[in-house]
Each structure stands twice: as structure tokens, then as C-alpha cells.
């Protein structure tokens, strides 16, 4: 069988100096699987920019890891997302996560006023700025603000025609629903890598309220596993390992050699999909 070639993470800045300790507790603990890159989301508007900043500049210096630090629309003028961007640039960033960003409170998306328009604008002034690598985000299962399908691989279209190097995928549980859309854009004209967003699910709760707000769908067989494992804590952890190492043997298995694993910043269940799967990094492959 194929194997996985390449791994990437993401994680979110800390609110706290605690959680900042449990953020840095797990990247010790995922070092064994040498990430390719290590993504940190920015708040909207700035509002973790703070923390966010902190811990790029830990992950350069003290941990030595390649980062692949977010930028977003929302809240800033083009003028303070390239002031960012150049900063990032001169720590020794190469890569960044160009996204629109979410609506903030009512009446949808608006883009700040001196603001970069959408994910494909800001990708084509990050280029000008910098040779960065550049990932945008992906919906194989549609953005909840795209009319239909087609809308929505014509927008990533347009990111890609904007200098995008790579998409990195919105979370999805069945392998089918991404090797289907895979296709589509494929004969849509989209060229890029397209990097699965995994994530192991660590609380069903949890999980069916954010793939409400994405509009990800949750196959019955994912809700059935994780009822017959009732409240027994060690019956979920190995229904979430199980479910998300069958989805990513079914996408190696399509032709996937990179994914990148949604940790929300704890280690455990990313560690166990990894050797479930056998996932060795390269350098230390048998």
C-alpha cells in the first residue's frame, strides 16, 4: 500500500500562559512525527495578534520549525496586513495560510474598507511582496458563502490564478466527498496540491456543532460508532482513532501523500491516527 509522504499540523495562538505551556507541551510531543510545517491561525482582526506573534517567534527560534504563519481580510487595512507580512518575512517565514476570513457579526462578510478584497487578492499582494509559498483554503464540500459548487472551485480557481501554491482543505469525514471533488476541480482547470484537512475527532458534541458552522457533513456511521461507545472515555478515543485512520488510509489509498492534521493544539489523538496509519517521517523511514 502507499504510503504517507509528508505531515503538517495546525495550531491556535494560547489565551492564557497556561494554555500557551500546554501549546508548546504538544509540539514537544509531535515532534517525533517532524512536521513538514507547523500552521498558526491569527485571530480575526488581531485579536490573539499578540499571542500569535509570541509564539511564531518561539517556534523560529527556540523549536526551529518551519512555520506557516495565517493572514486574513478581516479587520485590517492592506497597508497593516503587508506591514505584517513584510515583518514575518524578515524573521525568516516562507509560508503563509492567505485566507478572507470570517463574517464578524451581522450581515455577512464585508472586507475592511482599505482592505484586501477576498483570499485571491491577498494572495496576488502577498506575491508581490515576497516569493512566499502561499496555501489557501479549500471546501469539498462547498464554502457556506459559495452560490454552488462550481462557484466555489471557480473561486479557488481564481486564488490559484492569483500565485497560490497549494490548498489546504476544510475538515471532512468521508474520503468519497473529497476524492470526488478532487475531480471536479481537477477538470475545472485547478492545478494545485490539495492538502486533506484532517481532524480526529476528540468530542462528538463538540465536533457536530463545528461542522454546523461550517456546513461539513457527518456521515451516520461516525454518530452510530461513537453512540455504541457511549461515555466509556477510552471507547470514544479508540472510535476517533479508528474512524479518522480509516479515512486517511482510504485517502492514501486514492493518491494522497500529504495531510495536514487540525490539532487544536493537543497532541494524543494526532500521535495515535499517525502510528495507526504507520506515518514515518521520511528521513527515518525503514
Not at 523560529?60 to 497597508?79: F, P, Y
Not at 483554503?137 to 481564481?158: F, Q, R, T, V, W
Not at 493518491?255 to 514515518?280: C, Q, S
Request: aromatic residues 8%.
Amino acid at each position: 500500500m502507499t504510503k504517507l509522504q509528508r505531515l503538517s499540523v495546525e495550531v491556535f495562538p494560547p489565551k492564557s500562559d497556561e494554555a500557551e505551556a500546554q501549546l508548546f507541551d504538544t509540539l514537544d510531543a509531535l515532534a517525533p512525527l517532524a512536521p513538514d510545517y507547523v500552521s498558526v491561525t491569527y485571530g480575526a482582526g488581531g485579536s490573539t495578534q499578540a499571542r500569535s506573534l509570541g509564539v511564531v517567534d518561539r517556534l523560529l527560534g527556540q523549536h526551529k520549525l518551519d512555520v506557516a504563519a495565517h493572514l486574513t481580510c478581516v479587520g485590517q487595512s492592506r497597508v497593516e496586513v503587508d506591514a505584517l507580512a513584510n515583518a514575518w518575512w524578515h524573521k525568516g517565514i516562507r509560508r503563509i495560510v492567505a485566507l478572507r476570513g470570517d463574517a464578524q457579526g451581522e450581515g455577512g462578510y464585508r472586507p475592511h474598507a482599505d482592505g484586501y478584497v477576498n483570499a485571491a487578492d491577498l494572495t496576488a499582494g502577498l506575491k508581490q511582496l515576497h516569493p512566499f509559498t502561499i496555501a489557501v483554503g479549500a471546501y469539498p464540500e462547498k464554502h457556506p458563502d459559495s452560490a454552488d459548487m462550481a462557484a466555489c472551485i471557480a473561486n479557488l480557481k481564481a486564488k490559484q490564478d492569483a500565485g497560490a501554491d497549494c490548498a489546504i482543505t476544510q475538515f471532512f469525514f468521508d474520503a468519497d466527498t473529497y476524492l470526488r471533488w478532487l475531480d471536479q476541480a481537477r477538470k475545472a482547470g485547478v492545478s494545485l496540491a490539495m492538502i486533506p484537512g484532517i481532524m480526529p475527532i476528540m468530542s462528538f458534541a463538540g465536533i457536530t456543532r463545528f461542522a454546523a458552522q461550517c456546513q461539513a457533513s457527518i456521515p451516520d456511521a461516525v454518530g452510530e460508532a461513537f453512540a455504541k461507545a457511549g461515555e466509556d472515555k477510552a471507547a470514544q478515543r479508540a472510535v476517533s482513532v479508528e474512524l479518522c485512520a480509516d479515512l486517511c488510509r482510504r485517502l492514501i489509498a486514492g493518491g494522497v501523500e500529504h495531510m495536514h492534521f487540525y490539532t487544536l493544539n493537543r497532541p494524543e489523538l494526532t500521535l495515535a491516527v499517525a502510528d495507526a496509519i504507520g506515518y514515518r517521517p521520511a528521513a527515518r523511514a525503514a
